[in-house]
């Protein structure tokens, strides 16, 4: 399986054997992995989260008992079934884990963005809020939605529903495939443990997958699978959508839409930025890091920056990019960034290990200092690290010691093309790091990977090594950038995200600091 990806501090031809191997043995997104470091972290989230990743999918098929027609219930004629299984069958938990599959008992395909699957538990008080993860999905994590809503008609097992929703990109099943392992999870907000004992949906002893007439399963509006608790119908809408405009408060922020001229222009530094052109890892050892080649341009009425990295295939003729602020005074909070990632060069023949990111960080004091902390976004378009082709990853780093190579992370990772624009958020609190891609939950890191000191916020491009692409014909790379955005120690959601955004935008401001010095 996939090493973990090697850290943009850190030299990137050496890589980590700690992965921890896809649980249910299919080639895939793999589950949120990681080691047990040192510091003061909650040890019981460590145990979970191991125990979680060693967990074995064993799939089983049981027939589907025949469902009357009643208010709430689907008809014996579904077009799909859904299976489950839980890998936390404790009365009590730090989290509910709800793993299922969506198999297409029909004649004709079934596009997946028209299923929607409920789940029902009871709150753990009123005023209970919850949060939804993906930990790891054949579909892709990315595909892969979930909202939470208030049933209509309380019952004493359930109040609340989880409802599972798929975007395109999740795709069709053919008449009789299956999604594949979907391992999802949910936990208080505030991480304190959860009762699911008494959860309609929760079934203590379904440790392997089988059908549950406890989950529903509508299709374009129409129930199709499963029965609600009395009195309720899984067709009505959620009722806890996100917010769509920001919340009030804060202390801070930063924003800038880059609108500058060149890498040597007085706004930038003035702004607090960096344009690297120290050597130094990551990347390929000898190659140079070239203010010259950021850029800044302009289309759609908004400034775009620009990272260029080139190659002819030699260490000399190596030139990479960064961009990174100048302060590490950024730590909890939200941070948003618009991405757009290249699959192809720009000129020259394709095929080199190359890192497109955005990325906090702040350094390393000593091995396994306990007081490190990163948090990234990194596309590889031609694979790297031991992967054939393209990947994403989100990481969430706690330490690492260098030689000999030992890391503690955690990372979520989705081997399709994420080429073109891409809206990228991480929210981090002191609960966990949550991130999230177009809208859509990525990835979630529990309190085992918060920070404990400020970072910088980074934008770079650079290439692993040399053995993707061998020839010395010129080839260059670009990644481009739209905006930045950090609210400090507000955790928004993506939805409001853009509202803030397009609020600094109508306003015409172009770039805003209010972050104090860490």
Known sequence: MTPPPSHPGEDPTVTSSNSSPDPTGVTGPTAVTGLTGTGNRTAGLRRSRLRAAAAAAVATALGAAALAALPGTASAASSLSVQYRTSATAATADQSEPWFKVKNTATTALPLSEVRLRYYFKSDSPGATYRFACSWAVKGCANITGTFGNLSNPTETADRYLEIGFTSGAGSLAPGADTGDMQLRFYQSNWQTLRQSDDYSFIAAQTAYGDSDKVTATRSGTLVWGTAPAG??????????????????????????????????????????????????????????????????????????TLETSTNGTASGTEQTEVLTKSTKFKNGTYAARVKFSDAPRSGPDGDHLVQTFFTINDLKAPMADDYAEYDFEYLPNGGWGEPSNILYTTSWETYNPEPWQAVNAHTESRQSYAGWHDLVVTIDNNAITYYIDGQTFGTHDASYLPERPMSINFNQWLIDLNGQTSTTPRAYEQQVDYVLHVKDQVLTPAQVNAKIAAYRQAGTAFEDTVPAS
Not at 273 to 300: E, H, K, Q, Y
């Open 232 to 305: 309720n119908t899984p067709t009505d809408p959620p009722t806890t959508p996100p917010p769509t405009t920001p919340p009030p408060g804060g202390s801070g922020a930063l924003w800038d839409d880059f609108t500058y001229t060149s890498h040597t222009d007085p706004k930038i530094s003035a702004n607090g930025w960096s344009v690297r052109a120290n050597s130094g890892g990551p990347g390929v050892p000898g190659a140079t890091w070239d203010p010259s080649n950021v850029t800044f341009s302009t289309g759609n009425g908004n400034t775009v920056m």
